[in-house]
């Protein structure tokens, strides 16, 4: 797929986004491909994958959640919100689930202090959240148990 990207070394992080983009990972063989396409070390493109937190090199689910530790909103329980998380999904920040439909990730501030706690699955954000509002918003997704 990234024949069609000149053999440049500056086209390696589009060509590592777009692969990132494909497989919502970086799979191993592909690196490999990569290397020699481009004629850059394998472990160079081994440290710009773990470098950039947009890129992966473990399959991701299919839907990213990313709960804000920062400063305002720790401060208004955004622990309560991780624990329902992992409590509901059995996963921890940098898991994945075995079925594949979410990974779980920490950040440090998402830039909506005004309304934390906060929380973004794939691109959309939710606001003050209690613990009871995600595990209502984790159903949405199919990842909670009617009950
Ligand atoms: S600290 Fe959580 S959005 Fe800013």
Redesign the pocket.
């Known amino acids: 797929m990234f024949e069609k990207y000149p053999k440049e070394q500056r086209y390696t992080l589009s060509i590592l986004q777009d692969l990132q983009k494909e497989y919502n990972y970086i799979p191993k063989e592909k690196l490999i491909e990569l290397s020699e396409h481009l004629g850059i070390p394998l472990s160079k493109l081994y440290s710009m994958a773990t470098f950039y937190k947009a890129l992966s090199l473990t399959p991701k689910g299919k839907n990213i959640i990313k709960v ?7 401060i208004r329980s ?1 622990r309560s919100l991780l624990d329902e998380i992992q409590n509901t999904l059995g996963i921890k920040p940098g898991e994945t689930t075995k079925d594949g439909k979410f990974s779980l990730e920490t ?12 929380m973004v699955i794939n691109d959309k954000y939710y606001g003050k959240l209690t613990s009871s509002m995600v595990r209502e918003i984790l159903k949405e997704y199919g990842g909670a148990d009617d009950e």
């Open positions: 804000c530790d920062g400063t305002a909103c720790h955004s950040v440090n501030c998402l830039g909506s202090c005004a309304i934390a706690p906060v």
